[in-house]
C-alpha cells in the first residue's frame, strides 16, 4: 500500500512552502533544523479547553532543570498519562504538543503531563533518559495534587519519547516503582540497527529518512557502539519480563516500523500483554500531525478509548 492521499497531500505542501532551493533537514545544523520546523505547530490549532494547565519547572539530575506542563481536562480525572514528544531528542517542545496533549486528555479524561526533556546536541544521552526518570517521579508523587486520587499512570510517547517511554518503562521496573499501569508506544525507536527492511524500502523514505535518523542518533549518542546500551536502544535489553501492558503503534512506511514491531513481540515473548497495530498508508510522525492527517485523529481515538477504559490490551 502507498501513502495515503491526505499524506501525499501534506508532502506536497510542505515540499512547495519550502522552495526549490530547501536543503533537507539533515544538511542543516540543529538550530537551523528547529528553526525549520517550528512552523508546523501552527497548522494544529489551539486543541480544546482545559478545566486547568499548569506549568512547572523541575530540576535535573546534573543541576539543570526543565520544563513540564500539566493539562487537567474535568475535575476528576480518571487516569495521569506522562507523555514524552517526539522529535529525534533533537527537536520539538511541550508548546509544539500542546495541542496532542489537549486532545489527548479531553477524549481519553485522563489527566496528561508534558515533559520537556533536555534535548541533544546541548544534553545528549543521557540527560533526556535521566530528565524522563524524574519527570516520572514527580508525576507520580504528584498524583493525588493532579488527579485528586491516586489514580492510575502511564507513560507514553512517539519516536524518540517512544523510546524514552520504554526506557522510562524498564527503569522503573528494575528499581521497583514507580508502579505503571501501562506504556504506550507510538512508533518508538528501539534499536540504532540501520540495516533493518523498513530502513531500506524506498516507500519509507518521505518524512523521516534513514540519512535523517542517522543525524538524530548522531547528535545523541554520536559514538555507535554506546547506542547498543539498552538505555538507548530498549530491544536490547536482556529482559523484558515484568513490564506493564504496552499498546504499540507503527505505520506502514517508516522506518522504525520493523525495530518496533520487533519490540512488541519480544514484550509479547515474555509475557507482557501486548495490543499493537500498524497503521495503513501511513508515515513516521503521522501522530503528531494532530487537525491535519485524519490517521492522527484515528490514533488518538483508539488510545484515548483504551486509557479510559483502563486496559491497553486486549
Same mark, same amino acid.
Given at each position: ?8 497531500? =501534506? #508532502? ?11 536543503? !533537507?533537514?539533515?544538511? #542543516? ?43 487537567? $481536562?474535568?475535575?476528576? @480525572? ?18 509544539? =504538543? ?22 541533544? @546536541?546541548?544534553?545528549?544521552? !543521557? ?57 504506550? #508506544? ?25 540519512? =535523517? ?10 559514538? $555507535? ?19 506493564? @501492558?504496552? #499498546? ?24 507482557? $500483554? ?11 510522525? =503521522? ?5 491535519? /492527517? @485524519? ?6 481515538? /483508539? ?12
Amino acid at each position: 500500500m502507498a501513502l495515503d492521499q491526505a499524506t501525499l497531500g =501534506f #508532502l506536497a505542501g510542505m515540499t512547495e512552502a519550502a522552495g526549490p532551493d530547501a536543503k !533537507p533537514l539533515w544538511e #542543516l545544523s540543529p538550530a537551523e533544523a528547529r528553526a525549520a520546523g517550528g512552523g508546523l505547530k501552527d497548522l494544529y490549532g489551539p486543541g480544546p479547553e482545559m478545566l486547568r494547565i499548569e506549568d512547572h519547572t523541575l530540576a535535573g539530575f546534573d543541576g539543570g532543570s526543565f520544563r513540564v506542563r500539566v493539562h487537567v $481536562p474535568v475535575e476528576s @480525572p480518571s487516569a495521569v498519562i506522562l507523555y514524552l514528544h517526539g522529535g529525534g531528542w533533537v527537536l520539538e517542545d511541550i508548546d509544539g =504538543f500542546d495541542t496532542l496533549g489537549r486532545q489527548l486528555a479531553q477524549k481519553s479524561g485522563a489527566a496528561v503531563v508534558l515533559a520537556e526533556y533536555r534535548k541533544a @546536541p546541548e544534553h545528549p544521552f !543521557p540527560t533526556p533518559v535521566e530528565d524522563s526518570w524524574t519527570a516520572l517521579h514527580w508525576t507520580e508523587t504528584n498524583l493525588k495534587q493532579i488527579a485528586g486520587a491516586r489514580v492510575p499512570l502511564y507513560i507514553g510517547g512517539d519516536s524518540a519519547g517512544g523510546n524514552l517511554a520504554a526506557v522510562t518503562a524498564l527503569r522503573a521496573r528494575d528499581n521497583g516503582g514507580p508502579e505503571l499501569a501501562g506504556q504506550i #508506544l507510538v512508533y518508538p525507536v528501539t534499536d540504532a540497527d540501520f540495516t533493518r527492511a523498513s530502513y531500506l524500502e524506498p516507500e519509507n523514505q518521505s518524512f523521516l529518512t534513514a540519512e =535523517f535518523m542517522n543525524w538524530f542518533w548522531g547528535h545523541y549518542l554520536p559514538a $555507535p557502539e554506546d547506542r547498543l546500551h539498552p538505555e538507548a536502544s530498549p530491544l536490547r535489553a536482556q529482559s523484558l519480563a515484568g513490564l506493564p @501492558p504496552a #499498546l504499540v503503534i507503527t505505520a506502514e512506511h517508516d522506518v522504525l516500523r520493523d525495530e518496533g514491531e520487533a519490540y512488541a513481540a519480544r514484550l509479547r515473548e515474555a509475557g507482557v $500483554p501486548v495490543e499493537h497495530h500498524r497503521w495503513p498508508g501511513q508515515m513516521h510522525a =503521522f501522530f503528531s500531525m494532530v487537525n491535519v /492527517l @485524519p490517521a492522527s485523529a484515528e490514533v488518538m481515538e /483508539l488510545i484515548a478509548g483504551k486509557v479510559k477504559a483502563g486496559s491497553l490490551a486486549n
